[in-house]
């Protein structure tokens, strides 16, 4: 079936420091990932996405590495703010015209002052 | 980018009852999908809304008990049918053009 986290691991992080969230994708044909961030009692919020024939993208502080090889996805945020605790999500699209996402389990991204 | 509205934001209910929520894209979109979210957890996919015709269900998910609508590029709605208290969940909706997919803020359902 669909992924679905039974446990959501817990990233502490001292404001100002970089973080990097981790994410492991299941399905080797996916050629499109994105990582939202969800903030307690709303929706997940679109960060940046990347697609298979990219290694690396950068946003606003944050960048997306995807290293096809061994199925990895990570997202770093540079210069972590208290605004950044979330859950993030990675999603991976499988690459057919259903156009549907899995989504991994998530991490929680705590923001120490 | 897409702005996703749903309603209602929460809601109490009584077994046995229906609830519909509603869906509002600010722009025409061509997909649009429905998820259910328990607290703490993944997002898992309950169907894909198809502008006109009927949905597409993920396994372990049946129109019966979730029947959508879309009838059009911008509107869906998602019932849930004879609820019991595991139907209890976060309900979220999604709109975007291809793989690209913008959130609404979720339905909180309790049910009694």
């Known amino acids: 079936g669909e992924s679905v986290g039974l446990h959501l691991p817990t990233l502490s992080v001292q404001e100002g420091d970089n973080s990097i969230i981790n994410c492991a994708y299941s399905?080797?044909?996916?050629?499109?990932f994105i990582w939202y961030k969800q903030e307690s009692g709303k929706g997940p919020q679109f960060i940046i996405d990347?697609?298979?024939?990219?290694d690396k993208r950068q946003g606003q502080r944050v960048t997306v590495l995807l290293n096809k090889t061994v199925k990895h996805l990570s997202l770093q945020i540079a210069a972590t703010q208290p605004g950044d605790s979330a859950v993030y999500f990675c999603?991976?699209?499988?690459?057919?015209?259903?156009?549907?996402?899995?989504f991994g389990s998530g991490t929680r991204l705590l923001v120490r002052p | 980018s897409a702005v996703i509205s749903q309603k209602p934001s929460r809601d109490i209910c009584q077994r046995g009852t229906s609830l519909t929520i509603q869906c509002q894209v600010d722009?025409?979109?061509?997909?649009m999908f429905w998820y259910r979210q328990q607290p703490g957890q993944s997002l898992t996919l309950i169907a894909t809304?198809?502008?006109?015709?009927?949905?597409?269900?993920e396994s372990g998910f049946v129109i019966d008990k979730f029947p959508i609508s879309r009838p059009n590029l911008t509107f869906s709605t998602l019932t849930v049918s004879n609820m019991s208290p595991e139907d209890s969940s976060i309900y979220l909706c999604?709109?975007?053009?291809?793989?690209?997919?913008?959130f609404g803020p979720g339905t909180r359902l309790l049910v009694l």
């Open positions: 999603a991976e699209a499988k690459g057919d015209s259903s156009y549907k996402l899995i």
């Open positions: 399905n080797s044909a996916s050629d499109y």
């Open positions: 990347i697609r298979s024939n990219m």
């Open positions: 722009s025409q979109v061509t997909m």
């Open positions: 809304a198809n502008q006109g015709s009927e949905a597409t269900y």
């Open positions: 999604s709109g975007g053009y291809e793989e690209t997919q913008y």
